[in-house]
């Protein structure tokens, strides 16, 4: 189908890689409305159409970014690596890394790290974060200006949550039962790699410092002496690797998902509010951590 200068010239400004894609779409769109010809009204026609369907796109991304000639300057860099282009080829200036642990039937599995990975996907779109991301930055937007999340399903955390600028993984916090009666079987000592449970004459401690709440002990104890929680999650922040690598710093120890997403609130906030393009880890080291964790 024949494409006239004015739609061609807008077709240039979408990145390389989805230009086949964003053709493709444009010229089925017009032959369902009818049309011979791609003009601008039909690029314009099939961008609504675009949006409409996109749940998790916010309206000025995509090819209404490519019609900002400042926008399509900031992102330069960034239209070099896919990872920064959803599949309609609009910027997502951020990653969310989950671990596969329900997808392998992980044996330490406590929560399938996709379901909050979702919900914080639901909530970076909601806020409008890559829209302000682009807004804030003056210059060349650059791969450690976008946001590095990540959640795992466990402590074992494969996902790396601790160096990410936001990071959660599940836990399974665990307490000893004093109405149920151990039967001193051991299985829960010889599970906890950490070395945090004693039994003794049928009575039972654990060492809170040494815990991770894996939530393994409550799973192999016959007796109900270790019974499990609520799951949530631990939740930190800041961290990154680089010239100078740091590990995030623990902001929430036992989180449920609505206080998750309220950190994640308040870390949007700083990254988008600041005036300056510093790391988000240095920005946490400006305003001080138990700051943060008032605002939450
Ligand atoms: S983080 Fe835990 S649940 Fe996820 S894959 Fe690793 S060990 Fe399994
Ligand atoms: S929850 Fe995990 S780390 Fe904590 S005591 Fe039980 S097995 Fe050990
Ligand atoms: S697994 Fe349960 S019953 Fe066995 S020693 Fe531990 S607490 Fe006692």
Same mark, same amino acid.
């Given at each position: ?6 739609? %061609? ?30 003009? @601008? ?74 379901? !909050? ?15 302000? !991301?682009?807004?804030?930055? @003056? ?12 959640? %795992? ?18 836990? @399974? ?54 019974? %499990? ?20 710093? @623990? ?46």
């Amino acid at each position: 189908m024949e494409w006239d200068k004015s739609a %061609s010239s807008l077709l240039e400004k979408v990145p390389p890689f989805v230009q086949k894609t964003v053709r493709e779409k444009v010229e089925t769109l017009a032959r369902e409305r009818g049309k011979t010809m791609i003009t @601008e009204a039909e690029v314009m026609a099939a961008r609504e159409s675009f949006m409409s369907r996109q749940q998790n796109t916010t309206p000025t991304q995509g090819i209404a970014a490519a019609h900002k000639p400042t926008d399509n300057k900031k992102l330069a860099i960034l239209k070099k690596y896919p990872k920064y282009f959803n599949k309609d080829g609009n910027p997502v200036l951020y990653q969310i890394n989950s671990c596969r642990g329900a997808e392998v039937h992980c044996p330490f599995l406590i929560t399938d790290s996709h379901v !909050l990975a979702d919900a914080i996907r639901n909530r970076l779109e909601k806020l409008k974060f890559t829209e302000k !991301l682009i807004n804030k930055i @003056e210059g060349q937007i650059l791969p450690h200006h976008t946001m590095k999340l990540a959640v %795992s399903g466990c402590p074992n955390s494969c996902s790396m949550p601790q160096i990410k600028d936001f990071g959660a993984h599940a836990i @399974e916090p665990v307490c000893v039962d004093p109405e149920s009666e151990c039967i001193e079987c051991m299985k829960c000592v010889e599970t906890c790699r950490e070395d945090a449970i004693t039994v003794k004459d049928r009575q039972v401690s654990i060492d809170m410092e040494k815990c991770v709440h894996c939530g393994l002990c409550a799973k192999v104890c016959p007796s109900g002496s270790i019974k %499990s929680g609520m799951k949530k999650y631990r939740v930190m922040i800041g961290g990154k690797v680089g010239r100078h690598p740091k590990f995030a710093v @623990e902001i929430l120890p036992q989180a449920d998902e609505t206080m998750t997403l309220k950190a994640l609130d308040v870390c949007v906030d700083i990254i988008v509010s600041s005036k300056t393009e510093r790391r988000f880890r240095t920005l946490i080291e400006q305003q001080g951590i138990e700051e943060i964790k008032k605002r939450i």
